[in-house]
């Protein structure tokens, strides 16, 4: 039997919940669509590109990664606010608050965050290795129009997708988690 006013164990991860999850997840996947449009174009990470674009798309691209955990609190406080501590014109200042006050905490949210970016870019990993979106042209050192790859777009936007999605899924877990961190008061 558990009581309702029973305390959850220290570094049990209850889930937050699905509605909230759900609300914060759509959000996210649009506000995120830069991301999405970064990953789909080749020219950011294949060898079909040149190293001066694909540069810059990368710094774009990590612009746009480290940009997530700091602004997805906002937006999920804007979606799904929850008390004076979360809502649409406090929640960066609460983070802000947990971050010095309850650093341990946070560090464990912030660590189950890049936890799930990992297993994003596996997922990623595994998507490629399953579909390949580029391989060695064989006719390359026989025929001189041919280039030196082959690029199958398909493939390639496929992976992309699956990234973009387990990401949204990521920043979506680490800001419900900030919610209930700041909802706990503790």
């Known amino acids: 039997m558990t009581m309702p006013h029973a305390k959850p164990l220290p570094g049990r991860i209850d889930a ?3 509605a909230v999850l759900g609300r914060v997840y759509v959000t996210l996947l649009l506000t995120h669509l830069p991301y999405l449009v970064i990953l ?18 990368t710094v774009a691209l990590l612009t746009l990664v480290v940009a997530a955990p700091v602004l ?26 947990l971050t010095r006050g309850r650093r341990r905490t946070y560090l464990l949210r912030l660590g189950e965050w890049a936890g799930f970016y990992v297993l994003a870019q596996c997922l990623g990993g595994l998507s490629a ?3 390949p979106y580029v391989w060695d042209n064989p006719l390359y ?18 992976q992309g997708v699956v990234i973009y999605l387990t ?3 990521a920043t979506t877990w680490y800001a419900c988690r900030l919610r209930q961190l700041a909802a706990d008061g503790r």
């Open 40 to 57: 789909l174009m080749p020219q950011a990470r294949s060898r079909v590109s040149s190293e001066s674009t694909a540069g810059l798309l």
């Open 167 to 169: 990401v949204c899924a």
């Open 72 to 97: 997805s609190p906002a937006i999920c406080a804007l979606v799904a606010p929850d008390g004076a501590r979360w809502k649409a014109g406090s929640a960066l200042s609460t983070v802000r608050t």
């Open 129 to 131: 290795l399953v579909r």
């Open 16 to 18: 937050p919940p699905t």
């Open 141 to 158: 050192g026989t025929d001189p129009a041919a280039d030196r790859w082959v690029f199958h777009y398909g493939n390639y936007a496929t």
